[in-house]
């Protein structure tokens, strides 16, 4: 094995494959970390104390997509438009959110990922937007997966503008949750024309987080932005 490389922790759900309850997480998650450099470790669902170890043994951390936050996660009743939850994956991820903050270790969040960073730290999600928002534009596209179908903007000088080298980026889109509150120390850096948010940092300079609405790893094998997007996370976590 070669040392040089990150160990990249990516969570996973649970999915019945047959009758057989399974750990499940897309490939190109997989794919996507080994392109940029790094080793890829799927993260079960497991309790905080198991939690603990595999954020020591891991360099850097991905909370990949899936289903919905469980609002309990944060402090709130369910909507009638909420989808299926997994609050077992939700205990999961923020303890690794938990234990990550403390070591400083880099969280890089993708689509469920970047509202499930939010509501560890303590912010909120919307959790539909269609019913909860004003004149949303469409956020669950019927194109291929890969394909971009809106455009967002990207705040000047931030993670993301320096990864893209630009202001603006089309991306693709299958979410029907999004951030609401901001948690403390996150700062929003791109949103859609609707003004959701589909991109956060953390400010602390100390810790790289970085989370996305979209799904970069759709995009990566084709798309060198994209890519870049694992590039820079997996460098960060060396």
Same mark, same amino acid.
């Given at each position: 094995m070669?040392?040089s490389?990150? #160990?990249?922790?990516?969570?996973? *759900?649970? #999915?019945?494959?047959g009758d057989?309850? *399974?750990?499940?997480v897309h490939?190109?998650y997989?794919s *996507?970390?080994i392109?940029a450099?790094g080793?890829p470790v799927?993260i079960?669902l497991? +309790?905080? $104390?198991m939690a &603990?170890?595999?954020v020591?043994?891991?360099d850097g951390?991905?909370?990949?997509g899936g289903e919905?936050?469980d609002p309990?996660s944060?402090? /709130? ?6 989808r299926k939850?997994?609050?077992k994956r ?7 959110? @938990?234990?990550?903050?403390e @070591? &400083?270790?880099p969280?890089?969040?993708i689509?469920?990922?970047i509202?499930?960073l939010?509501a560890?730290?303590?912010g ?6 269609e019913?909860?928002?004003?004149n949303?534009?469409k ?8 394909n !971009?179908t809106? /455009?967002?903007?990207? $705040?000047k000088?931030?993670k993301?503008q320096?990864?893209f080298?630009t202001?603006? #980026?089309?991306?693709n *889109? ?5 951030v609401g509150?901001?948690?403390d120390g996150?700062?929003a850096t791109?949103k ?5 948010? $589909?991109g956060?940092e953390?400010? +602390?300079? $100390? %810790?790289y987080?970085l989370?996305?609405? %979209?799904? !970069?790893e759709?995009m990566?094998?084709? +798309?060198e932005a994209?890519?870049?997007?694992? @590039?820079?996370?997996v460098d960060?976590?060396?």
């Open positions: 070669d040392d490389k990150p #160990v990249i922790g990516i969570s996973s *759900s649970v #999915v019945d494959h057989i309850p *399974s750990v499940h490939q190109k997989i *996507s970390v392109q450099g080793i799927v079960p497991v +309790d905080d $104390e &603990k170890v595999i020591s043994i891991c951390f991905i909370l990949s919905d936050v309990h944060y402090g /709130e009743d369910p909507d009638p438009k909420l939850t997994n609050g939700d205990e999961m991820e923020i303890a690794v959110v @938990k234990y990550a903050k @070591k &400083k270790k969280v890089f969040g689509c469920r990922g509202a499930m939010n560890a730290l303590g909120t999600v919307i959790q539909d937007i019913s909860n928002y004003e949303p534009i956020h669950y596209q019927t194109a291929d997966r890969p !971009p809106h /455009e967002i903007t990207i $705040e000088a931030s993301l320096n990864i080298g202001e603006t #980026v089309r991306v *889109s299958m979410h029907h949750q999004a509150k901001l948690a996150l700062t791109a859609a024309s609707d003004g959701i948010i $589909e956060i953390g400010t +602390d300079n $100390e %810790w987080v989370a996305v609405q %979209w799904h !970069p759709e990566a094998a084709q +798309d994209m890519h870049n997007l694992f @590039k820079t996370f960060k976590c060396k």
